[in-house]
Structure formats: structure tokens, C-alpha cells
């Protein structure tokens, strides 16, 4: 999964990158080709470019990590007291209609108890940053009837959504339309 998408990278993970570009620089001393070190580190070829011209503008010095994007608004002692409420669950902070955690409903809790704000899309990137993710159910609902289910798919399901035809004559042209 690519960086912009994950909402930052773990102080492990930054570690493990900047030990792969101090291992890219060897490769650099000893002249071996861009593309040779992209598939030896699994990067791209554009990456390791880069690489090597902050590695020759800068040296090594260059290539160190220079931290996080974005400093966390959380300190680590407040993270674990979160992380602590999360596990509690939904229902232990007033929100009882289903025991799902939202990024709106953990953005509330952080705003309780820590009188920080954050954007929802904040709150994903912190969630991430530290390893949770979406929730799925681990079971099914206690208050699930199958017999209606089936019913539902047999009786309600084919009247919402009838068959439809799989095949009719049609033109690839926008100005033409198919013989039939």
C-alpha cells in the first residue's frame, strides 16, 4: 500500500526505510546502476533517483529520516489511554445504538477526554500510524433469522431487482445506433 494512503509511517517502519536508503548508498559508492538497486530493495527506479541525488547533493546526512510529517497531537501516555477506551468499547462512552467505533465517534472520545481536536481524516491517520484499522464483525449478530433472509432473496430480492437481459444489439458508434 502506498504512503499517502496509510496516513504516515510507524516510527518502525521509518526506521526500517531509512536503514534501506543507508544500504542504498552503498550500493551508490560502489557505482551500481538505478535500476539494479530498485529491484534489489523492491522501490522504484524514480525513488532510488532521488536517493542518489540527495545522497550526492547531501551525503549520507541527507538520507537520514527527518521524522514524522506531522508531529501527533497525542503524547504517548495519552495514546495509551485511548488505546485503553477503545477497548473498552462503544457502548462504555454513551454510544449505545451499535458497538461499532467510528472515526466521528473516536474523534468525540479524544475531544472528551484529552480537549484536542482532530479532523476525521485525522483520526485515520493517527488509528494507522499505530496500527489499527477497519473494523469487520467477528461474528454474525446474535438477533439474525435466516429463514427471513431467505424468504427475503427468494420473494422481495427478484421484485427490486428483476432479471435483466444479457444480450441486445448494440453499435461501438456514439452517432449510430445498433441494428436490431
Known sequence: MRYAQRGGYTPEEQER??????RATERFERGESVEAVAGEFRVTVPTVRRWRRQWREG??????????????????????RLEQELRRGPAAHGFTDDQRWTLKRVRTLIGRLFHIG?????????????????????RRAVERDEEAIEVWKEQVWPQVN???LTWAPTSASRTRPGRG
Do not use: D, I
Open 59 to 80: 551525503g549520507v546526512q541527507a538520507l537520514r529520516s527527518k521524522g514524522p510529517v506531522s508531529v501527533e497531537r497525542l503524547s504517548a501516555r495519552q495514546w495509551a
Open 17 to 22: 526505510r531509512e536503514r534501506l536508503r543507508m
Open 162 to 164: 428483476p432479471w435483466q
Open 118 to 138: 482532530y479532523a476525521v481524516q485525522g483520526v485515520w491517520k493517527l488509528l494507522r500510524r499505530h496500527g489499527w484499522s477497519c473494523q469487520v464483525p467477528v
